[in-house]
Structures are given as C-alpha cells and as structure tokens.
T-cell receptor, first 112, second 117 residues
C-alpha cells in the first residue's frame, strides 16, 4: 500500500524567511496530494492541494510542487509569519481509493 | 466544504468500558473516515464507513474493538470498546466532498480527546 515519508520532522525559521517541507510517496498511481495545517488542540485544516495532472499550484504565500517522476511533492511558504507556526501534514490518495495516507508531520516554528 | 459536528469533544473513561463517538455532517456524503491521532503523532486511518455496508478496516484495527455504524448519508458513530490506557488518543472523523467534477477536499471534525484511566 501507499507509504508517505515527510521531512523534516521539525523546522525553525526566522520570520519573513521561507519554509519548505518535503514528502515522498511510494505508489506512483496516487493522484491527489493535500497539505494540512494543524494548530495545537485544533482539527487539521486543508491549506492547499494538488492533483497528479498539475505540476505546481500557488495560493498567496503558499505553493505546492509535484514531481511525479521522483514521486515527491513539497510545500513552500514564503514570507513566513508567526501565525504560520503549526504542525503541517502532507497526504496522498492512492488511485482507486478514497482514503488519505498521511506523512508523519512537520512542526514548524516561526521565530520573531 | 462540509461542516462536521463531532461529539463528545473530550471524555475521561474507566478502563474496560466503551465510548461511542458521533459525527454529524451537514451534507450527504458517500464515505466517512475515522482516524486516530496519538499524542504528537500523525493521523492513522482506522476505517472507512460506507452507508449501507460494513466498514472497511485498516490493518491493525478490528471491528470488535472499533465497531462503526453508518445508518444514513449524514451520520456515523465509532465505538471504542473495552478501553485500555493505550486507547488514549484523539479520534477524528472526516469526509470528502466531490461532485460535478469539483473536488472540495477532505474535511475533519473537531475531534474527540479520549483519556482512559
């Protein structure tokens, strides 16, 4: 079955700098890749997603890139702000399935 | 996207007892998903619940321990049976909205924080 690896497990950046989180997946037929932000004590919130027929998607300060050949996708946050501090999870949906398989999570800390 | 109401939000239970968690969705959805999130960990899928059929359980999870009901397209329950301290975790339900070529993403309930003592 699908396996998703996420790196790094923790990331600390200065406010205003960029943050990049990377995920690799094992099932080349996976076709949907969302990213979730989870603040302490809150539910995961979808922040951006990408389908397998698209290489890049951007939404204001957040972007996701997908490399199907290498089977990896990345989350890019530019001009980071203190409110970006949270745990971020990537996920992949195997083709033919409805479920999501999640990465291990990245705790992002933005230092003022 | 769908709005999910999950309850209870938290509970402290005695070992050996059972707790039933409810999720109500404001739209009809084909599938509902139940996840477990242990402290400081990622989300692990317990099972997928389809209306009108038995739930599909992931490896490591069994129906006797986590029975699921799905009586209609807007409601599901997960029961954590014969609880032990190892069951202390956050349990979340999730749904996906898709239709007419549009994908609205997966939405999560607010979670149930379970502590077993």
């Amino acid at each position: 079955g699908e396996n998703v690896e996420q790196h790094p497990s923790t990331l600390s950046v200065q406010e205003g700098d960029s943050a990049v989180i990377k995920c690799t997946y094992s099932d080349s037929a996976s076709n949907y890749f969302p990213w979730y932000k989870q603040e302490l004590g809150k539910r995961p919130q979808l922040i951006i997603d990408i389908r397998s027929n698209v290489g890049e998607k951007k939404d204001q300060r957040i972007a996701v890139t997908l490399n199907k050949t290498a089977k990896h996708f990345s989350l890019h946050i530019t001009e980071t702000q203190p409110e970006d501090s949270a745990v971020y999870f990537c996920a992949a949906r195997p083709r033919g399935a409805q479920k999501l398989v999640f990465g291990q999570g990245t705790r992002l800390t933005i230092n003022p | 996207s769908a709005v999910i109401s999950q309850k209870p939000s938290r509970d402290i239970c005695q070992r050996g007892t059972s707790l039933t968690i409810q999720c109500q969705v404001d739209s009809q959805v084909t599938m509902m998903f139940w996840y477990r999130q242990q402290p400081g960990q990622s989300l692990t899928l317990i099972a997928t619940a389809n209306q009108g059929s038995e739930a599909t359980y992931e490896s490591g999870f069994v129906i006797d321990k986590f029975p699921i009901s799905r009586p209609n397209l807007t409601f599901s329950t997960l029961t954590v049976s014969n609880m032990s301290p190892e069951d202390s975790s956050i349990y979340l339900c999730s749904v996906v909205m898709e239709g007419q070529g549009v994908h609205y993403g997966y939405t999560f309930g607010s979670g149930t924080r379970l502590t077993v003592v």
